[in-house]
Structures are given as C-alpha cells and as structure tokens.
C-alpha cells in the first residue's frame, strides 16, 4: 500500500491541489523530513538533488503560517535567484490553496516593484541573502515574527560566501524560530553553523550516492585541450540532444565556448554572474521552451535548475570534487526520464577523476578518442615539428537545418530528437512541484 500526504498530516486542502498536479506518494525526504518538521523540532536534512526537497519544508511551513496575522511569518534563503523563483511557483499554488500570500525578493529585480508587494503583507518571502539584507537596512522589511526559517542549498549559500549575511540574517528572525538546514552536502561550515544557531536539531539523511545517477549515463573522453570544441561539437552532433547544458568553470571559459558554437551556427547561449537579470531571465525563458538547443554556464548555474528536456550535460572542463560533478550532472534524468553526462577530461586532470568516482562509488565509463590516443603515443622528437590545424566539424544537416523557421528567429530545429515522455500537463507541473533540487 502506498503512502500518500495525508497519512504524514498534510491538510485535506493541501493533498487535493497535489493531487491535481498528479503529486499523490512523497519521496524518501518528504516522508522522513515532513512529519519531523511538524513537531516543531530544528532539521538538518540531506539529500541530493532531484529528491523533492521543496515540497519537504513548503507543505509544513505554509500549515503553520497564521493566515489572518500580516506579518512575515516564513522565509526561505537561496543561493540563487533561479532557485528562489523556483521554489516560488511551487509555493504560490499551494499558498493560494490556503490564502497565504508568497513574495519573492532577489536582486536584479526592481526595487519599487518589490516594495509595493511588501506593502500587500506577504507572510511567506522566498529570497537571496543580498537583496533581502538590503530591504533590512532600508526597513522596508522585518523579519522579527519570523518562526520558520529555512536555508536552501545551504553548502552552496555558504561555499558562495554568503555566511555572514545568512548570520545576520538568523539574528533578525524570532527566538523562537524554528530553523530547517536543506542542502545536498553538509560540510564542516554547515555543521558549525548548525550548533550555533540551532537546539538539538534532527538529522535526517536520505541515503543516494547512486540515486540520482541511476537514470544518467556517464562517459569520460579524453581529448587533448585542442581538440575540446571539435569534440564537444562532433559529440552533440552524434548524440543530438533535446537540450544540453555545458559547463565551464570561469565566465572566461563560458564566453569563450558559447562564440565557438554561435560561429558554428548551433543554438547557443550563455549563463553566468556577470548577466543582468533581465538577460539571464531572457535566456532561461528561451532555453526552457527550447529555443535554444546548447546552454553554456558556470558551476552557479548547477543549482537550483529544473528544466525538463535536458537529456544531455557536457563537462567541458571537469568539477573538482563530486559534489560539484553530482550538481551538474543532476540536470539530467530527472522525474524517472534517461539522460547522459559526458565529460571532457585531458590526462593531467586524472586525480580529479578520482575524487569523482570515490566520491559517486562508482567508475564513469571510459571512451577515448583517435586523436587523443596518437597524440600521447607521439614520440617527443615529433611534438617539436609543425602541428596541423584541426578539422573543423560541421553540425549535422538533421541537427542544424538551413530552413528558416520564423517561431524560432533563425534555424530550425524541430527535427531534433525530443525526449521520451507521455507527460500530460499535470504531469509537467509535478516535475516543478516535486523534483527539485
């Protein structure tokens, strides 16, 4: 017999607009993390991404919000404004269910639109450390009633060095708070913080080294640094994905990667700190309905991102650690669909590879290129002499259609493979509700 919200004592309310999204059996950190958050006890829950964390600390939150007091009573901290807009769209249809107004506040947004909806009372902010301190200098914002407080991604919020300001933060909400701690890792920083501001807080942990990476095929490549982008390209060329991301560590990187396959005629674009916000929203709203094929992005973008169709992840320069590789990755084969992680790797980068595999228990699939393999058996007497110029590779003609299609603003990519789904609305709406990061 399968358990349904109802038996972990979520309101009737609350069970009946899951269930219209086609949300009815919680995951493993829903049941465990729900009922416990419920008693009222301080949590430290981790799990990775893609388990449904948001439904975990949004359905007992908005059950103890007082509905007729207009106060802020709960506040959710992101590391990025992606997230914090995410985790807004989940929340806003429940809390219509319940009469709870919901405010997002981040930066980039403008500050007088955020300040008359602060006028309007919200009882539920979902926000970014930044923007929020700012409306705390400004008292435009007090968060002395709040008795729910949550830090989302917490090892990326402080890994983002955002500790301080999540500090001050704590200290401005109520004494009597009750703190939830969500987060994929929970580094020595988190434990720290933990015992400082939290009473004997439960721990729950859901158990997925492999959970998340049962559904994602994984492929290393080595290639020298040469033969990066050939690779990259002739790789989506071969694999035709719906929609990819490739990530880079620096902006540099991501900037450099995005010109090569725009010159290449792909549909590309990039993500990173440096945009405006009203550029990265312009690219995530084009990605998202598929107008673009490839996004090109930094590690930040690793999280918090739940866009369905993304079969393919590229690791053109390789994490450092597993966590990180376990972020990106996590982008793909989500909500029980198939995707594939393919990373790029030189031999000198062989001890990162390492920390990978002992950090996923696992070993990633080996595939080595031609050229790769000649140029290490190359005798060093002949790396000396002249180096012939890289093929360039040519997008396939099924890949890059030199039709024109107007709805898209330029090539036409209808004929690309789409992902194997039968969602029908509801279902695409449960993806968004219950499998975030």
Known sequence: ??????????????????????????????????????TGKDVVAQAQTGTGKTL????????????????????????????????????EDLAKVMGIKVLTVYGGQSLGRQLNKLERHPQLIIGTPGRLLDHLRRN???????????????????????????????????PKRQMMLFSATIPEKIRGLSKRYMDKPANIRIQSNNVTLDEIQQVLIEVTEEEKIDKLCS?????????????????QRVSMVTAALAKR???VDELHGDLSQAKRTLVMRRF?????????????????????????????DIPHDADSYIHRIGRTGRAGEQGMAVTLINPRQYLFLRLIEKGIGSTIQRQKTKEAS??????REEKAGPVKETKKTVPLRNFRSDKKDKSHGGLNHR?????KTENTAGAKKQQSYGKRK
């Open 1 to 38: 017999m399968s358990l349904d919200f109802s038996v972990l004592g979520v309101k009737q309310e609350l069970c009946d607009e899951l269930k219209q999204t086609g949300i009815i059996e919680p995951t493993p950190i829903q049941k465990e993390a729900i009922p416990v958050i419920m």
């Open 56 to 91: 975990a600390f949004l359905l007992p939150i908005l059950q103890a919000i007082k509905v007729k007091s207009p106060v802020v009573q709960g506040l959710v901290i992101t590391p990025t404004r992606e997230l914090a807009l995410q985790i807004t769209t989940v929340a």
């Open 140 to 174: 435009t914002l007090s968060l002395t009633n709040v008795t729910k407080l949550v830090l989302d991604e917490a090892d990326q919020l402080l890994h983002m060095g955002f500790l301080e300001e999540v500090e001050n933060l704590i200290a401005q909400t109520s």
């Open 235 to 251: 790789m989506i060329n071969e694999l035709q994905p719906y929609l990819a991301m490739v990530f880079c560590h620096t902006k």
């Open 265 to 267: 005629g792909y549909l």
């Open 288 to 316: 998202s309905t598929a107008k673009l094929q490839v996004l090109v992005a930094t590690d930040i973008a690793a999280r918090g991102l739940d866009i369905e169709g993304v079969t393919h992840v590229f690791n053109y």
């Open 374 to 379: 000649l140029a290490n058996k190359k005798p």
């Open 415 to 419: 004929s690309r493979r789409k992902p």
